[in-house]
């Protein structure tokens, strides 16, 4: 046997599982037909969050009446900047699978037989196979992706230049992400949503809120937006039905940020009898294992939520229960939107609470309420949590800071914290996670003056 255990995909997903896998003692290779760190660290995550970040302090030094300086950006060298840092996250990630002694093989791997993986016509043999080969945009009969000016969404992010008008459908995490971004730059955006809200699933305040701040950005946003490409062939145009009319809305750039699909060609499911839902994701228990009790999946290809958090912490479930380690998935995981206003999100929401019949509340506090935030200049957003008798069982927030508070409010939901032990915590002063402390205090015993 040539290995203990062969990763087939080098994303955020198969680079945890085998480094831990590697790190309780077995042999392991990860098989990587692109670049290692996949998708999130190459094109989506690392590079998307640093252009957005960059935008952002632009618009802090708009926002700051004190600061007698204007501001441009200069894209080209922001993209070598977002291009030093994926390699320099790339580079640190090789060096650890190298340091645990894990083999790297280049190429496409597939699996025809049991135990066995195929790369280049090379056989590799194994006990364990962990599939991580994440997914892809697919191309809708409605939106037929080009490669022109039909993209989806981290095609268009890291183009070396953008159009002016950019249309995008879906205001979902990344539709929301990628209009903070065009914005920001100066480019005209549009927003077509097929649901009732933006974000949809999301708390609707959390929603309301960040449609709010991204139209006073000058965002255009149709909602129940029923909508198709009637031409790309210069502009793309899109025939939009609205609850009370019928639009025409075009753009230089439509970027599609809804359709994704597994990635499991040359992976021959059924012969090796791991089993995939309806849409063809490979079904998965909380141990991250397969039907085939020697096959795992983690990441996207695993199934939703399809998100780097989620693929991380799956991978490293996976490599632990090979590695002898009993470990199952985390029954939270935080939601990060790193728009404007950042927005985090786990566990439920009050209506969540009242489809299943149960009975709860939620308090919220906003932003001015915290000393940091007018300190930061950005008094905008809350900090909604929902609590079913004592157990806090949701956390909803937009503001600054979103993103970080959140992971706090994940660790107390994970433990089973209530509001009496919550409360107990000290926060340091000033910081935005004092937000917690006051909905705790208002939970308790009302507000303080």
């Known amino acids: 046997m040539d290995f203990d255990v062969i990763v087939i995909g080098g994303g955020v997903g198969g680079y945890s599982a085998a480094l831990r896998a590697a790190e309780l003692g077995k042999k392991v290779a990860i098989i990587e037909k692109d670049e290692i760190g996949g998708e999130c660290i190459n094109r989506a995550c690392i590079p998307s969050k640093t252009l957005i970040d960059a935008v952002k302090i632009l618009n802090k030094i708009k926002k700051a009446s004190w600061i007698k300086a204007s501001a441009t950006l200069d894209y080209e060298e922001l993209s070598r900047f977002k291009d030093k840092i994926i390699e320099s996250v790339k580079g640190k990630m090789i060096k650890?699978?190298?340091?645990?002694?894990v083999t790297i093989i280049k190429g496409k791997g597939e699996i025809k037989r049991e135990g066995e993986v195929d790369v280049n016509g090379k056989i590799y043999t194994t006990d364990k196979i962990v599939i991580a080969t994440g997914s892809s945009p697919i191309s809708l009969s409605a939106f037929p992706l080009n490669g022109k000016n039909v993209l989806d969404p981290w095609t268009a992010m890291n183009l070396p230049s953008l159009p002016q008008k950019i249309v995008i459908v879906g205001g979902g995490v990344a539709g929301v992400?990628?209009?903070?971004?065009?914005?920001?730059?100066?480019?005209?955006?549009t927003i077509?949503?097929?649901?009732?809200?933006?974000?949809?699933?999301?708390?609707?305040?959390?929603?309301?809120?960040?449609?709010?701040?991204?139209e006073e950005r000058g965002v255009k946003i149709y909602l129940q937006a029923n909508s198709k490409i009637i031409e790309s062939e210069d502009k793309v145009v899109f025939d939009v039905t609205l609850p009370s009319s019928n639009e025409k809305v075009s753009g230089d750039l439509?970027?599609?940020?809804?359709?994704?699909?597994?990635?499991?060609?040359?992976?021959d499911l059924q012969a090796v009898h791991v089993n995939v839902?309806?849409?063809?994701?490979?079904?998965?228990?909380?141990r991250a294992e397969t039907s085939n009790p020697k096959y795992y999946a983690v990441g996207d290809v695993a199934g939703m939520p399809l998100s780097a958090t989620k693929a991380w912490k799956q991978g490293i479930v996976a490599g632990d229960n090979i590695g002898g380690i009993s470990s199952t998935m985390p029954k939270y995981s935080p939601i990060s939107i790193f728009a404007d206003l950042e927005i985090g999100s786990v566990g439920k929401t009050l209506d969540d609470l009242k489809k299943d019949n149960v009975e709860g509340k939620e308090i919220t506090v906003k932003m001015e309420d915290i000393p940091r935030a007018w300190t930061l200049n950005e008094t905008e957003g809350f900090l909604k949590i929902v609590v079913s008798g004592n157990k806090i069982v949701g956390a909803h927030m937009v503001g600054e800071g979103a993103t970080e508070v959140i992971n706090t409010l994940s660790l107390a939901l994970e433990a089973g914290l209530t509001v009496d032990d919550l409360y107990?915590?000290?926060?340091?002063?000033?910081t935005v996670t004092e937000i917690i402390s006051e909905v705790m205090q208002r939970l308790k015993y009302g507000e303080v003056y």
């Open 177 to 189: 992400e990628l209009a903070t971004l065009f914005k920001a730059m100066g480019k005209d955006v």
């Open 424 to 430: 107990k915590v000290l926060f340091s002063h000033p």
């Open 277 to 286: 839902d309806k849409r063809g994701y490979i079904i998965v228990n909380d």
């Open 254 to 267: 439509a970027v599609i940020t809804i359709g994704r699909k597994p990635n499991t060609e040359g992976i």
């Open 192 to 214: 077509l949503e097929l649901m009732p809200q933006l974000l949809p699933g999301f708390d609707k305040d959390i929603a309301n809120e960040t449609k709010k701040r991204l």
């Open 96 to 101: 650890n699978l190298e340091n645990r002694s």
